[in-house]
Nanobody, 126 residues
Framework: QLQLVESGGGLVQPGGSLRLSCAAS????????IGWFRQAPGKEREGVSC????????NYLDSVKGRFTISRDNAKNTVYLEMNSLKPEDTAVYYC???????????????????WGQGTQVTVSS
């Protein structure tokens, strides 16, 4: 079965950090651009960060630049999102997606993906 599984979400205080993981099973991520997306209650889904298959190209939502870092370990078939200096407005369900064809910019803007995970909740609150 081909699937992506996110983990690492939770409750954290403002200013805190979390690291999300997106692990693939049933297929290799080597040839896929990977994106992290989030959706808060009552809001549209938005692209947070995307990374190319080689890891050489990345894209970030303006509001997370300098705070979030996307990376990938193809040997572990996993992509990470390191989130620092978290703010209450970062609260959302975070999803990862895999796309074999998109550039990182178009993937993040268009929200494309052949495979999607089930999401992990991130809550930033004191």
């Amino acid at each position: 079965q081909l699937q992506l599984v996110e983990s690492g979400g939770g409750l954290v205080q403002p200013g805190g950090s979390l690291r999300l993981s997106c692990a693939a099973s049933g297929f290799t991520l080597d040839y896929y651009a990977i994106g992290w997306f989030r959706q808060a209650p009552g809001k549209e889904r938005e692209g947070v960060s995307c990374i190319s298959s080689s890891g050489g190209s990345t894209n970030y939502l303006d509001s997370v630049k300098g705070r979030f870092t996307i990376s990938r370990d193809n040997a572990k078939n996993t992509v990470y999102l390191e989130m620092n200096s978290l703010k209450p407005e970062d609260t959302a369900v975070y999803y990862c997606a895999a796309d074999p064809l998109s550039t990182v910019h178009s993937m993040c803007v268009m929200g494309s993906g052949d495979y999607w995970g089930q999401g992990t909740q991130v809550t930033v609150s004191s």
